[in-house]
């Protein structure tokens, strides 16, 4: 069966379990670092998932010459306004 794909949502859920388990203190060694290396590549999803959201919003968005914010449209053209 296909794996479902992790959500930002889910994974910063997952990051902050981990680290409430982590901040006990009471696990054993080979616990904590297991523990730890799932936390680093939950950060590190977590870090490519943003970055992707942030190259989303900026393709979205244009400056036109007043540096004003302008819609872009699914082509990647910046539409024109008419602000006059």
Do not use: H
């Not at 859920?13 to 590549?41: C, R």
Request: aromatic share 4%; hydrophobic share 35%; with cysteine.
């Amino acid at each position: 069966m296909p794996r479902k794909k992790r959500s930002f949502e889910d994974a910063v859920g997952e990051l902050e379990g981990l680290v409430d388990e982590l901040e006990k203190g009471s696990l054993p060694l080979d616990d904590i670092l297991k523990k730890y290396k799932e936390s680093t590549q939950l950060i590190k999803f977590c870090r490519e998932e943003l970055d992707n959201a942030d190259k989303t919003v900026c393709e979205l968005l244009a400056v036109n010459g007043a540096g004003e914010q302008v819609p872009v449209d699914i082509n990647m053209n910046v539409k024109e306004t008419n602000n006059e």
